[in-house]
């Protein structure tokens, strides 16, 4: 089991989500040393075993399990400062882009965390016991198998196609699609135009009105892009180069260069 460093002095940042962070090298220690408290797995269910990789495990790798990985290192943490980031009482946020059968996965992951329901964050009747981790899924989700359950480990990350369907936000607390979905595609541009910033400021409207966040992925990764991005009203974007995470202002809309 890795051993996480010592976060006392991190300062938490809120609007990053580290996309792909188990394709990445040092996964969850590098996103954790970056403050980021949206941190993203993709998981396969085979053979019983949840592994935390982006392509299907064809072959097992036990260096590649969500436990080991993940969940083990984050409670002993938890069980060595009764927190991950002392700095804030908001929980940390893993992001389960589940690849394989939805309900089958679901169930596992259930079974994977019961050993540490101690620190993490659970909902009873949409009622919130907040903890130090959360867990949202992503991905592959079976709505009607979630909302079945009324004490629950987990929420589900909404889509577009899911803004105006009335899912309670302590169900569904953030809509995610992709940048150019959202907004269009724009080969080469690394700032999106007034006509998409307009745009997306209309979607937040819509998805704030809800109770909800707005997160975007696949996005133009440059510190001018993420603060137009903040600016128009979209609460987590998702990088893959995490030196871009930092609490600048956001810019206004009009500020642009």
């Known amino acids: 089991m890795k051993l996480l460093p010592n976060l006392n002095q991190v300062t938490p940042i809120f609007h990053v989500h580290a996309h792909n962070d188990n394709e990445q090298p040092n996964p969850l220690v590098r996103a954790l040393s970056h403050g980021v ?16 990789q982006h392509g299907r495990p064809y072959l097992t790798n036990s260096n590649k399990l969500f ?16 927190a991950i980031f002392k700095n804030t009482s908001a929980p940390l946020t893993l992001v389960l882009d589940i690849k394989s059968d939805a309900v089958e ?21 949409n009622k919130k016991i907040t903890n130090s981790v959360s867990i949202l899924l992503s991905g592959h ?27 309670h ?15 269009g595609w724009r080969p080469f541009a690394k700032t999106p135009n ?11 409207d819509k998805i704030h009105s809800e109770g909800k966040l707005f997160r975007l992925w696949k996005i133009p990764e440059n510190r001018e892009a993420i603060q137009l991005f903040r600016a ?12 871009l995470a930092v609490n600048d202002r956001p810019l206004a809309v009009n500020d642009r260069r």
């Open 37 to 52: 408290t949206y941190i993203e797995a993709d998981i396969w269910l085979k053979k019983g075993k949840l592994f935390a």
């Open 141 to 167: 989700r079976s709505f009607e198998t979630v909302t079945a359950d009324k004490n629950r480990w987990v929420q589900l990350d909404g889509r577009m196609s899911d803004i105006g369907k009335n899912y």
């Open 105 to 125: 996965t679901y169930h596992a992951i259930l079974q994977e965390l019961k050993p540490y329901q101690s620190m993490l964050t659970r909902w009873v009747d």
């Open 194 to 204: 007034e006509k998409q910033l307009r745009l997306l400021k209309e979607v937040a």
């Open 169 to 183: 936000p302590e169900l569904v607390p953030m809509i995610s699609d992709k940048y150019s979905k959202v907004a």
């Open 67 to 82: 436990v080991n990985n993940y969940l083990a290192p984050l409670f002993d943490c938890f069980q060595r400062t009764g």
């Open 232 to 243: 128009s009203g979209v609460d987590v974007v998702s990088l893959d180069d995490l030196s």
